[in-house]
């Protein structure tokens, strides 16, 4: 199963979502738009390691994390 860890997305994907029978169509087209949206589904054991990686503003995930911010909440669009 995967976790998508965060930022909740009113009417797409909540925060600490699991799936464990594949990825919703609606999440996987918004994932098309914004590459790194894809990026915060994480294996179960690994959730904790990118929450802290986003809590502290470090690594790979804290970028994907300002990503998707940008994109859904900001409006500035593209592919991120």
Same mark, same amino acid.
């Given at each position: 199963?995967?976790?998508?860890?965060?930022p909740?997305?009113?009417?797409?994907? *909540?925060?600490?979502?699991? &799936? $464990? $029978? /594949?990825?919703?169509?609606? #999440?996987?087209?918004? *994932? =098309?738009?914004? !590459?790194? !949206?894809?990026? %915060? %589904?994480?294996?179960?054991d690994?959730?904790?390691?990118?929450? +802290?990686?986003? =809590?502290? /503003?470090?690594? *790979?995930?804290?970028? #994907?994390?300002? +990503?998707?911010?940008?994109? #859904? &909440?900001?409006? =500035? /669009?593209?592919? $991120?």
């Amino acid at each position: 199963p995967l976790m998508y860890i965060e930022p909740t997305i009113p009417g797409l994907v *909540a925060t600490a979502t699991v &799936f $464990n $029978n /594949g990825i919703p169509e609606t #999440f996987t087209a918004k *994932a =098309q738009e914004c !590459l790194s !949206l894809s990026e %915060l %589904l994480v294996p179960i054991d690994k959730v904790a390691e990118k929450t +802290r990686e986003i =809590q502290k /503003g470090i690594g *790979a995930t804290s970028v #994907f994390y300002q +990503r998707v911010c940008a994109y #859904f &909440f900001e409006k =500035q /669009g593209g592919k $991120n």
